[in-house]
């Protein structure tokens, strides 16, 4: 290489800071050494960046050309020191953290800022997939953290750590028949068509159909704006139905002689080829405490 860092930061600096001596006091260093580094890197580079016939030098049409690319080599640098840094003090460099659709709403996205505070070296990769998907993708080895309405089974290919559990209430659009009535029980709902997930592979949890007649989505929220419409009923976590609740588009139904709630446990699932660091660690920390996990 015909030039080093120390040099390009000579040169940003003095166009920066308008003259060499400012750039020396920010960089801590004499005069002379900036303007022998700045020197040094147009013998290099067999280019005069500078025109010294004035008083305080002006950029030449080529410093004028190169300043961009030696900025962005700095910031290059700087990015490459970071993550150095970073990894040697045991952060991952790079993450792919998969997030059942379930889950996802304000609360996530303001700990997901919380998290690029604390971790702005990493390069996270977000992914949304049904629950039956994450799975897959965890034991392919494609997601490194999967979080998830637990599915109840043991699988091979992940570890397990259970997070809280999620309320999940079963929600009707105003127009629906069920609306306004309360149920004897679970099985009425068998008698009206059933809104419920599905994931690519078209895998469903059987427990978790109640009626015979059934529509398969595959986005909670393009799920819920068909109950909004009439379409069928749904189990949907309560989280994410509440201001279509507030503002009266849903009506939560109700059951005689039984709570209106039912709690799910969410897990975490690691494929046993991801390398925990400290950004996996702060993760499971924070996830367990999201707000509307009891």
């Not at 800071?17 to 580079?45: C, H, P, W, Y």
């Not at 201001?243 to 709630?261: A, K, N």
């Amino acid at each position: 290489m015909r030039f080093n860092l120390e040099q390009l930061r000579a040169f940003s600096l003095s166009v920066e800071r308008g003259s060499f001596s400012a750039a020396a006091r920010e960089m801590g260093k004499a005069q002379s050494a900036v303007s022998t580094a700045i020197s040094n890197l147009e013998l290099d580079l067999g280019l005069e960046l500078f025109d010294r016939s004035r008083r305080e030098p002006t950029l030449t049409e080529e410093g004028k050309a190169l300043l961009p690319q030696a900025k962005a080599l700095l910031e290059q640098a700087q990015l490459f020191e970071g993550r150095a840094d970073s990894m040697a003090a045991g952060e991952e460099g790079r993450l792919t953290l998969a997030v059942e659709e379930s889950l996802i709403g304000d609360v996530l996205e303001e700990m997901l800022v919380r998290f690029e505070q604390a971790f702005p070296q990493l390069e996270l990769e977000l992914l949304n997939p049904a629950r039956r998907d994450i799975i897959r993708l965890v034991q392919e080895g494609r997601v490194d953290i999967g979080v998830l309405i637990s599915v109840m089974e043991a699988g091979e290919g992940y570890y397990i750590k259970p997070l809280r559990q999620m309320a999940i209430v079963a929600v009707a659009g105003t127009n629906h028949p069920l609306s306004g009535q309360m149920l004897p029980s679970f099985a009425e709902l068998g008698n009206h068509r059933q809104l419920r997930l599905t994931s690519r592979s078209g895998q469903i949890v059987a427990s978790e159909q109640l009626s015979s007649r059934a529509w398969k989505v595959e986005s909670q929220y393009f799920l819920m704006d068909l109950v909004k419409r009439g379409l069928g009923w749904a189990w949907v976590p309560e989280h994410m139905a509440r201001p279509w609740l507030d503002d009266g588009s849903m009506t939560l139904l109700r059951f005689e002689g039984r709570g209106d709630v039912v709690h799910m446990p969410v897990d975490l699932i690691i494929s046993p080829k991801y390398k925990e660091g400290t950004a996996g660690q702060w993760l499971y920390k924070e996830l367990a405490e999201l707000e509307f996990l009891v």
